[in-house]
Nanobody
Framework: VQLQASGGGLVQAGGSLRLSCAAS????????MGWYRQGPGNQRELVAT???????TYADSVKGRFIISRDNAKNTVFLQMNSLNPEDTAVYYC???????????????WGQGTQVTVSS
């Protein structure tokens, strides 16, 4: 299973970016998909997740600014990031909880990370 993320870049404070992440490979079912981030000197933290039933979870720091959405047919998750500020600067990692076969357990998979830099 591979997760390919895209959409990072450099943006000024107050601007917007949209991240995308597509899962491919041997996939029977995906439970949750989401985004985590790791800023300089920080541990990786949850940004937002979306489970297969559509329930979403957001970090308090991004509530009201970020929106996670998902295209189940395409095994793709999106993160619309608005009103960005310098504290959002980090490497953003896509995550998926995937069942590869009907009889297998779910396992965690991670994308390669995409850099988001917000200038003041």
């Amino acid at each position: 299973v591979q997760l390919q993320a895209s959409g990072g870049g450099l943006v000024q404070a107050g601007g917007s970016l949209r991240l995308s992440c597509a899962a491919s490979g041997s996939i029977f079912s995906i439970n949750s998909m989401g985004w985590y981030r790791q800023g300089p000197g920080n541990q990786r933290e949850l940004v937002a997740t979306n489970n297969r039933g559509g329930t979403t979870t957001y970090a308090d720091s991004v509530k009201g600014r970020f929106i996670i959405s998902r295209d189940n047919a395409k095994n793709t998750v999106f993160l619309q990031m608005n009103s960005l500020n310098p504290e959002d600067t980090a490497v953003y990692y896509c995550h998926a909880y995937v069942q590869r076969n009907s009889g297998s357990i779910y396992s965690d998979y991670w994308g390669q990370g995409t850099q988001v830099t917000v200038s003041s």
